[in-house]
């Protein structure tokens, strides 16, 4: 076909590891240059949870798959590479384990450790990235640069619809993808610098590349390491959807890549017109063999039917339905300590297939050229193609389960899924509330201590502020090194409702304030009329008057002097407002009616609300107590 024309090229025989990579040039911004015009671009998309969603939203993610595929340019070579790489230790150290600080709390940051890695041993323990590697044939780097901006910021639209993050990846990101397959177990040495490598005038080759290469006629060795390349060889005629998460399962360092030619249009009605034509030859001919024979019932023979109804499908499809005709490639690569090793994986990966009524073959004495196909650089050198429709690419979905391994997480336990561990950082959350819900007995309380601890373990930094009505995390506050604080009618503690700072509010701390001070007034009396609320407003300014001249500084007011200027207004309203108040200022429920003289400057508060009694909850509701 014309599409397969400009896809041809001289591959010379590598006489070095260097040569064995199909990569002529990189540029900063992750553009690679892997033939005469051919440029490169890749991007990587973040997984969402198509394997445990309803069948309503599983079709809409099968569909929304699909318009991406309808989004691919004809003129380009879009690879799709989903890689799978064990947590080694490094990386479990600087995203699951707690650095060890100096401080009192050094034993339980071990205790805690050691508990993490009792965890991840029942664990997979593996990194699955999803990248979208785009080819395109261009005259120079410009227009390539034009085409991939224009084209990512489409693509990256459309997977935003199915709630998955498109970035591009930059120089040292994307040569980080070959450095860690290449090199397995020194993932902790990359540092690469493509400036300094101009200077001392290196090949970014030298950097990736294994030490050595020895390929044999059914896998390869890769220094120390020894690997595989295997290709999907014949299809079933039904797939299910999860073939792909199946087949990427296997807890090893592997990489699967699913090789895609759009089809223009035109061609591919022409190509199925082709084909339908030859099936009703096909049964044209053997009619006239039937009747020359005076055989003029003969019923059409089962396949020639079956190849009549699946052109006209097929036909329908690309005329009718909105799909496009693809040529597809799957191939995989998986890599093992020992040949015995890779033999069992091997065995593993071709009987996951064979479940599927799928053929997965190995690739014979083309282990190098395999390797290059799989691999996220933008060539493809296996020669095997299979025609697919839309609908038939999507079946093979690269979507499974969102993983959450966030650096500095905190553990909440092991997706149900995948097995892996889950770390979240609710910082990094659009929205990083959250409820603990459950029955009695369940672990409520238990839940939330654990993330406090973790919390409180990891970030030194952070601020951890506990209101406490059953007095049960004393023990705990005061083992982390917190304060607690025991407020109640009969207490010696108080806290000021009214404390101020500037940093209240960027905007206006006093507006803020008053508002509170409304609600606060709201909480106490039942039904307060809007002259009320214009009372209470004006006098809220007004008790910050001299504290807000002084800039925030000195002796914030109090409930007390907030009191005082309600009976110096001249309205009777006014005098109902103070008499309201009067039991919380005056009276013995005055908790937080004066001067805070508890320390509240430790990152880490609980305040013991077990004996405040019912008569201060309206106060306790309304105080945003700091």
């Known amino acids: 076909m014309k599409i397969f024309k400009r896809d041809k090229e001289r ?86 384990k707690l650095k060890l600080e100096d401080d009192n709390l050094t034993k339980y940051r071990k205790e805690y450790n ?12 593996m990194i699955q990235e999803k990248l979208l590697t785009i080819t395109i044939d261009k005259k120079d780097i410009s227009e390539s640069r034009n085409y991939f901006t224009r084209t990512g910021a489409e693509l990256s639209n459309n997977f935003a619809r199915l709630n998955s993050k498109f970035t591009e990846l930059d120089i040292n990101e994307r040569l980080r993808v070959f450095y860690d397959f290449f090199r397995i177990g020194e993932e902790d040495l990359y540092s690469f610098d493509i400036k300094k490598c101009m200077k001392k005038g290196h090949s970014f080759k030298d950097y990736i590349c294994p030490n050595t290469f020895e390929f044999k ?46 089809v223009p249009m035109e061609e591919a009605i022409k190509k199925a017109e082709k084909i339908r034509l030859g099936v009703e030859t096909n049964i044209t001919q ?26 006209k499908e097929f036909l329908d499809d690309l005329t009718t339905r909105d799909q496009k005709m693809f040529f597809a ?53 296996i020669n095997t193609k299979r025609t697919l429709t839309t609908e038939s690419l999507s079946v093979f979905m690269p979507f499974k389960v969102q993983e959450i391994q966030d650096t500095k997480g905190v553990y909440y336990g092991k997706n ?60 705990l506050i005061k083992a982390l090194g917190g304060e607690v604080i025991k407020i109640s009618s009969t207490s010696y503690n108080h806290i000021n409702a009214l404390d101020l700072s500037k940093d209240y509010d960027e905007k ?17 009396i039942n039904n307060v009329t809007p002259n009320q609320k214009a009372i209470i407003d004006r006098c809220a300014t007004q008790v910050y008057k001299y ?49 805070t003289n508890v320390e509240t400057n430790n990152r880490l508060l609980c305040y013991d609300i077990i004996d405040l009694g019912e008569q201060l909850t309206p106060i306790r509701n309304a105080c945003n107590i700091r």
């Open 508 to 524: 206006n701390p006093v507006t803020v304030k008053a508002e509170f001070i409304l609600s606060l007034c709201e909480q106490v």
């Open 547 to 595: 504290y807000k001249q002084g800039n925030y500084e000195g002796t914030p007011p109090t409930l007390e002097d907030f009191r005082e200027i309600l009976l110096q207004q001249q309205e009777p309203e006014a005098k109902d407002i103070a008499l309201a108040l009067e039991l919380f200022t005056k009276g013995s429920l005055n908790t937080f009616s004066k001067q």
């Open 286 to 311: 053997w009619q006239k063999k039937q009747n020359a024979n005076n055989n003029f019932s003969a019923v059409i023979p089962y396949d020639m039917e079956r190849q009549r109804e699946e052109s």
């Open 416 to 475: 149900i899924i995948s097995k892996n561990m889950i770390l979240i950082d609710r910082k990094e959350l659009q929205n990083g509330n959250s409820f603990i819900l459950g029955v009695s007995g369940s672990g409520k309380s238990f839940t939330a201590k654990q993330e406090i601890t973790s919390i409180a373990l990891r970030d030194k930094d952070a601020d951890i502020i506990i209101i406490d009505p059953e007095a049960e995390y004393k023990p």
């Open 11 to 96: 591959v010379k025989i590598p006489r070095s590891v260097q040569q064995a990579i199909p990569i002529k040039s990189i540029y900063e911004d992750g553009i690679f240059q892997v033939g005469r015009n051919k440029y490169s671009k890749t991007f990587k998309f973040t997984d969402v949870n198509y394997a445990i969603a309803g069948q309503e939203d599983k079709e809409r993610m099968f569909l929304g798959y699909g318009s991406i595929l309808n989004l691919l340019d004809c003129g380009s070579y879009p690879k799709l590479t989903i890689i799978n790489r064990k947590l080694n230790k490094i990386d479990f150290d600087n995203k699951i």
């Open 114 to 125: 050691r508990i993490l890695a009792e965890n991840s041993i029942d664990s997979k323990n």
């Open 217 to 262: 006629s059914d896998y390869f060795k890769m220094g120390e390491k020894y690997g595989r390349v295997l290709y999907l060889k014949e299809y079933a005629n039904f797939i299910n959807d999860d073939i792909v998460s199946e087949l990427t399962d296997l807890d090893k360092n592997m990489m699967l890549s699913i090789d895609i030619k759009p």
């Open 329 to 381: 490639t799957i191939t995989l690569v998986h890599t093992a300590d020992t040949k015995e090793e890779l033999d069992n994986d091997t065995e593993k990966l071709v009987t996951t297939a064979g479940k599927h009524l799928c053929q997965l073959v190995t690739l014979k004495y083309q282990q190098m050229d395999g390797l290059n196909t799989v691999m996220p650089s933008g060539v493809k050198r």
